[in-house]
């Protein structure tokens, strides 16, 4: 059947989510969970995740990757991504990046570099055009060598229309009344 559909996640627990990972690409530090607190700046209104590059230290070189699980969003349409986000650059230094996997690479859908963000909601970011059976999302956090300050994500929401897969179903009785089960519903 045809179907509307939502991965959702919000950070409230204090380590990361199932099915969700992390990659340190440069230095020691790691995103962390169960805090909603940014390095300077404005808080996330509850927890989420977070790379404090302040708390990695002076002389850390951080650049750090957060990966959701893998959707496969095989013939599905209207895909729709947002999140909140949060960061505080320090002088220049500090970046953040939304990417989606497209199936053979990553796509840019979010940027920031150069300016302090409170804690804001992206609205919908249409990436049906990158939909796919591999489909993920990646968040980098680069601290451009600097030590700076940090950035954060939270309530990841990825919806999308599909025919396969989940959704209703549908009963006809002898009649040809249809019948769905109010638990699906």
Do not use: C, H, K
Request: charged share 20%.
């Amino acid at each position: 059947g045809f179907g509307s559909f939502s991965e959702s996640e919000d950070f409230e627990g204090s380590s990361i989510p199932a099915g969700w990972s992390t990659v340190i690409e440069s230095g020691v530090a790691d995103w962390t969970f169960g805090s909603n607190v940014m390095p300077l700046g404005p808080n996330f209104a509850t927890n989420a995740a977070i790379f404090d590059d302040d708390a990695a230290g002076s002389g850390q070189v951080n650049l750090v990757r957060l990966l959701s699980p893998v959707y496969d969003l095989t013939g599905a349409s209207n895909v729709q991504l947002s999140f909140e986000y949060a960061i505080q650059d320090f002088i220049g230094s500090g970046t953040l990046e939304a990417e989606v996997w497209d199936g053979a690479a990553w796509q840019q859908v979010l940027f920031i570099d150069d300016m302090d963000v409170e804690p804001v909601n992206t609205g919908d970011i249409d990436v049906s055009a990158f939909a796919n059976a591999a489909f993920q999302v990646r968040y980098t956090y680069d601290d451009e060598g600097d030590w700076a300050w940090g950035a954060g994500v939270d309530n990841f929401l990825l919806t999308y229309e599909a025919t396969s897969g989940g959704g209703l179903d549908v009963f006809l009785d002898a009649n040809g009344m249809a019948s769905v089960d109010p638990n699906d519903l």
